[in-house]
């Protein structure tokens, strides 16, 4: 199956300051999403990208599908950014998305 | 316009006992997927569903975990006799089409087994 790899896997940044996140996968995608996991433990859809480029707010997301691989961008960052982000993807061609997820990185921003 | 919901958000089970999980997909989305979070990892997928149909189960354990999506009414996971490793967080997704499409996650039901 897929294989999906994310980095750094610890991550501590003072508030205020910008990061990159970056996934990569060993196979075309025709899903690819970002989450953060917060500290209660709700998974929240950050974007769905399997290729281009997105923005929402203080983060944007690009991936590049051709060199398998996406990243995360995240500028002044605030301390509810802590958390786990994850990479997840679905690179099968039969019905269905199912997502291969990557271990995440866990980000801490200190005030 | 609610999400998916997934209930109870915490349960507590002794060993051997059944743990019964219910998600109700957003509305218009007859697409469900059941994913488990072992402590301190990701995701990993465990079965897809449709109304009345299991189309993808190769992420399930072999005995003791049955899923199903009636027509009528959430879609349960069911884990009998559970062990203390089945312990985690097992999450429900749903999406509208069976085509590449972005997956929307509950708030997950954390189990227990004491």
């Known amino acids: 199956g897929i294989q999906v790899e994310q980095s750094p896997p610890d991550l501590i940044l003072q508030e205020g300051a910008n990061s990159t996140l970056r996934c990569n996968f060993s196979d075309s995608v025709n899903n690819l999403q970002w989450f953060h996991q917060n500290p209660w433990g709700q998974l929240i859809n950050l974007f769905y990208i399997p290729s281009g480029t997105k923005q929402n707010g203080r983060l944007s997301a690009t991936t590049v599908a051709t060199e398998r691989y996406s990243l995360l961008y995240i500028s002044s960052s605030q301390t509810t950014d802590s958390g786990v982000y994850f990479c997840?993807?679905?690179?099968?061609?039969?019905?269905?998305?199912?997502?291969?997820f990557g271990e995440g990185t866990q980000l801490t921003v200190n005030p | 316009n609610a999400g998916v919901m997934q209930n109870p958000r915490h349960l507590v089970r002794r060993r051997g006992q059944e743990a019964r999980l219910r998600c109700s997909p957003m509305?218009?989305?007859?697409?469900v997927y059941w994913y488990r979070q072992l402590p301190e990892e990701g995701l990993k997928f465990m079965v897809y569903?449709?109304?009345?149909?299991?189309?993808?189960e190769s992420g399930m354990p072999k005995e003791r975990f049955s899923a199903e999506f009636p027509k009528e009414g959430p879609s349960i996971l069911r884990i009998q006799q559970v062990v203390r490793g089945d312990s985690a967080a097992y999450f429900c997704?749903?999406?509208?089409?069976?085509?590449?499409?972005?997956?929307?996650f509950g708030n997950g039901t954390r189990l227990t087994v004491t």
């Open positions: 997704a749903s999406s509208p089409l069976d085509s590449a499409a972005a997956l929307h």
């Open positions: 509305k218009g989305h007859s697409h």
């Open positions: 569903l449709q109304k009345e149909n299991i189309i993808d």
């Open positions: 997840a993807v679905d690179g099968e061609e039969t019905s269905g998305s199912r997502l291969t």
